[in-house]
């Protein structure tokens, strides 16, 4: 990835998650970047509250039923052509990239993925 097209990403990801009302650490956004998750774990249910509303008003579109934490690893699951639950996309020059919520060991977190 060229230095031009790693900031375009950098600065997609910070938009998604400032859409998503959540600050991040540099070291976090560094994970990301490097396709790998960050965890949500640690952090406020006033912070991740929105994200939880997204993921339910998405996931809607997509079932027919309606999501409980109980089963969002369920849903995980059922997406694993995927990455999880795709909380907010944008184009890139490798195709689509979207910013997931999905579960790491049972705990809920963030993950960069492409749909090509």
């Known amino acids: 990835m060229s230095k ?3 900031t375009l990403y950098s600065h997609e990801i910070q938009k998604g998650i ?3 009302g959540l600050n991040i650490s540099e070291s976090e956004l560094k994970e990301l970047l490097s396709g790998n998750s960050i965890s949500l774990e ?7 509250g ?4 997204l993921a339910e008003a998405l996931s809607a579109l997509n079932s027919f039923k309606n999501v409980t934490f109980r089963d969002l690893s369920e849903v ?8 999880g639950i795709p909380i907010f996309c944008w184009d890139s ?3 689509k990239c979207c910013l997931y919520l999905t579960l ?5 977190a963030l993950k960069t993925c492409y749909q090509f």
């Open 50 to 53: 929105l994200l939880f509303i």
């Open 93 to 95: 020059e490798l195709g």
């Open 4 to 6: 031009l097209s790693q």
């Open 42 to 48: 640690n952090r406020g249910l006033s912070e991740i």
């Open 104 to 108: 790491v060991n049972g705990k809920p």
């Open 76 to 83: 995980v699951t059922e997406a694993s052509s995927s990455c």
């Open 18 to 20: 400032y859409l998503l």
